[in-house]
């Protein structure tokens, strides 16, 4: 895949294809957990599926190839990789440049900023802003395939870019769009000024929802929209909707800069993966880069 998202306030570059759906495995069982999603998304976009595992040590090699080797992605090219190296996030990374036309997909906890400080490998990819990435959670039930592709959006400027990359996934998938928004809901006012929330959009939820893509639909996109409204948080809500209505694919932006103090995607995100019982790509918001580059 190109970069889908460039460094500075430039527009999202969007993929024309993804030939190539890279599973890091890093000899967990857990770590398989992504294999099903990725072989999902291989038979729907047409790709081969990509093996890949970096361990610290030659001595390694051997027992990581037997794991791989394991694995079966029925009706799908694969190719299974071992490489020796002590930055997994890095090895990631290039394997996708290498490829071009390439997504990562893999299985992640999803937890958060205290993460991050013991070297979660998907913190890091993310949070190295280069390269989106599919993360499938604990809770991804892989006999629930769901439909459509949801956008899920908020007022931030790091989600007034996730739109376009949404809807060049749900063309390749083949999906229809979903925006969606997650919204804390407040009585009115007894002042009479406007309600306000600790989180999604302040103000008519909806009239938001529309503005966003009413561009989409001035071009003949069907696009759907929806309110999620949840008392608690974004994630809990989005959990409880998609248990009911589980997405193909769920979309979101990663809020959080990098750099060492912040090599995070976020805690919302991070929520998100969490309790999300569908895989979700987590796009770098477009200013990411890493303070060392």
Same mark, same amino acid.
């Given at each position: 895949?190109?970069?889908?998202? !460039?460094?500075?306030?430039?527009?999202?570059?969007?993929?024309?294809?993804?030939?190539?759906?890279?599973?890091?495995?890093?000899?967990?069982? @857990?770590?398989?957990? $992504?294999?099903?999603?990725?072989?999902?998304?291989?038979?729907?976009?047409?790709?081969?599926?990509?093996?890949?595992?970096? =361990?610290?040590?030659?001595?390694?090699? %051997?027992?990581?190839?037997?794991?791989?080797?394991?694995?079966?992605?029925?009706?799908?090219?694969?190719?299974?990789?071992?490489?020796?190296?002590?930055?997994?996030?890095?090895?990631?990374?290039?394997?996708?440049?290498?490829?071009?036309?390439?997504?990562?997909?893999?299985?992640?906890?999803?937890?958060?900023?205290?993460? $991050?400080? !013991?070297?979660?490998?998907?913190?890091?990819?993310? $949070?190295?802003?280069?390269?989106?990435?599919?993360? !499938?959670? &604990?809770?991804?039930?892989?006999?629930?395939?769901?439909?459509?592709?949801?956008?899920?959006?908020?007022?931030?400027?790091?989600?007034?870019?996730?739109?376009?990359?949404?809807?060049?996934?749900?063309?390749?998938?083949?999906?229809?769009?979903?925006?969606?928004?997650?919204?804390? &809901?407040?009585?009115?006012? %007894?002042?009479?000024? &406007?309600?306000?929330?600790?989180?999604?959009?302040?103000?008519?939820?909806?009239? @938001?929802?529309?503005?966003?893509?009413?561009?989409?639909?001035?071009?003949?996109?069907?696009?759907?929209?929806?309110?999620?409204?949840?008392?608690?948080?974004?994630?809990?809500?989005?959990?409880?909707?998609?248990?009911?209505?589980?997405?193909?694919?769920?979309?979101?932006?990663?809020?959080?800069?990098?750099?060492?103090?912040?090599? !995070? @995607?976020?805690? =919302?995100?991070?929520?998100?993966?969490?309790?999300?019982?569908?895989?979700?790509?987590?796009?770098?918001?477009?200013?990411?880069?890493?303070?060392?580059?």
């Amino acid at each position: 895949m190109t970069d889908v998202f !460039v460094t500075g306030s430039e527009a999202p570059s969007l993929p024309q294809v993804v030939r190539h759906i890279v599973v890091p495995h890093d000899g967990s069982t @857990f770590a398989e957990e $992504a294999v099903p999603v990725a072989a999902r998304l291989a038979r729907r976009l047409d790709a081969d599926v990509h093996l890949l595992s970096a =361990v610290a040590t030659v001595d390694e090699v %051997v027992e990581r190839e037997r794991r791989l080797a394991a694995l079966d992605v029925p009706g799908r090219p694969v190719e299974r990789v071992v490489v020796v190296d002590r930055d997994p996030a890095g090895v990631i990374h290039e394997t996708v440049r290498r490829l071009q036309d390439a997504v990562a997909c893999m299985a992640s906890h999803g937890r958060g900023r205290t993460a $991050a400080l !013991v070297g979660s490998v998907a913190t890091e990819v993310v $949070a190295r802003g280069h390269d989106p990435l599919v993360l !499938v959670g &604990p809770l991804v039930d892989d006999q629930r395939a769901g439909k459509r592709v949801i956008a899920c959006v908020d007022d931030t400027p790091a989600s007034a870019t996730l739109l376009p990359v949404a809807r060049r996934w749900a063309e390749l998938l083949d999906e229809r769009l979903c925006v969606l928004t997650v919204a804390e &809901p407040v009585p009115e006012s %007894v002042h009479g000024g &406007p309600e306000h929330r600790r989180f999604g959009p302040q103000g008519d939820v909806q009239a @938001f929802l529309d503005a966003q893509v009413a561009p989409l639909r001035g071009e003949g996109e069907d696009v759907e929209t929806q309110v999620v409204w949840d008392p608690i948080s974004p994630a809990a809500g989005l959990a409880v909707f998609l248990r009911d209505d589980p997405a193909f694919l769920l979309v979101i932006a990663s809020h959080a800069r990098t750099g060492l103090a912040r090599a !995070v @995607f976020g805690s =919302v995100a991070a929520a998100i993966v969490r309790t999300s019982p569908s895989p979700v790509l987590v796009v770098p918001r477009p200013d990411a880069r890493r303070s060392d580059e």
